[in-house]
Antibody, heavy 122, light 106 residues
Framework: QLQLQESGSGLVKPSQTLSLTCAVS??????????WSWIRQPPGKGLEWIGY???????YYNPSLKSRVTISVDRSKNQFSLKLSSVTAADTAVYYC??????????????WGQGTMVTVSS | DIQMTQSPSSLSASVGDRVTITCQAS??????LNWYQQKPGKAPKLLIY???NLETGVPSRFSGSGSGTDFTFTISSLQPEDIATYYC????????FGQGTKLEIK
């Protein structure tokens, strides 16, 4: 069964770059019909989609974050990554990685990691 | 950007009640809508995709309907384990979530 696991720094200083990795186990990140996404949730608030990387390598980002976000994939390690630059306290959130089931005419986040809390503070 | 508006923001109901949550899109999104359940401290879980299709393994008391701009999510008979926050999400143009509906037991 496919599983996702986030890892990375839990504390980032303002103006620095947040870096997270999502390890995929139980399946290949190169499987056709799937994309890989990052979603975040500030404490006590709702979900915000950050971006995703298509199985072809194309990337799509939330317009509100686009200038600061980079999502990449390392197929040799079966993982994908998120970098968010110039962070502020507003970027404090639980960050989730998720698989996007992207075939058969629909698109949904069908498998999620457990989430990792990132705090932006000096 | 497509905005998603859920109502109500919170809801209190009794075990066995029929519960309905609505989600309105700021423009026509056809049937490109999903519903998720999030329990406290947990990742969201996909319940309904493509507006009305039940994800494998999800109990049949959950259902979804609608198209265009207006969508409905229903729990036919509320169970104690259904206490959670529910989110709609569109995928017509990138992805946007509704603000969530927190469901509590009365």
């Amino acid at each position: 069964q496919l599983q996702l696991q986030e890892s990375g720094s839990g504390l980032v200083k303002p103006s620095q770059t947040l870096s997270l990795t999502c390890a995929v186990s139980g399946g290949s990140i190169s499987s056709g019909g799937y994309s890989w996404s990052w979603i975040r949730q500030p404490p006590g608030k709702g979900l915000e989609w950050i971006g995703y990387i298509y199985h072809s390598g194309s990337t799509y980002y939330n317009p509100s974050l686009k200038s600061r976000v980079t999502i990449s994939v390392d197929r040799s390690k079966n993982q994908f990554s998120l970098k968010l630059s110039s962070v502020t306290a507003a970027d404090t959130a639980v960050y989730y990685c998720a698989r996007v089931a992207d075939s058969s005419g629909y698109s949904a986040f069908d498998i999620w990691g457990q989430g990792t809390m990132v705090t932006v503070s000096s | 950007d497509i905005q998603m508006t859920q109502s109500p923001s919170s809801l209190s109901a009794s075990v066995g009640d029929r519960v309905t949550i609505t989600c309105q899109a700021s423009q026509d999104i056809s049937n490109y809508l999903n519903w998720y359940q999030q329990k406290p401290g947990k990742a969201p879980k996909l319940l309904i995709y493509d507006a009305s299709n039940l994800e494998t393994g999800v109990p049949s008391r959950f259902s979804g309907s609608g198209s265009g701009t207006d969508f409905t999510f229903t729990i036919s008979s509320l169970q104690p384990e259904d206490i959670a926050t529910y989110y709609c999400q569109q995928y017509d143009n990138l992805y946007t979530f509704g603000q969530g509906t927190k469901l509590e037991i009365k």
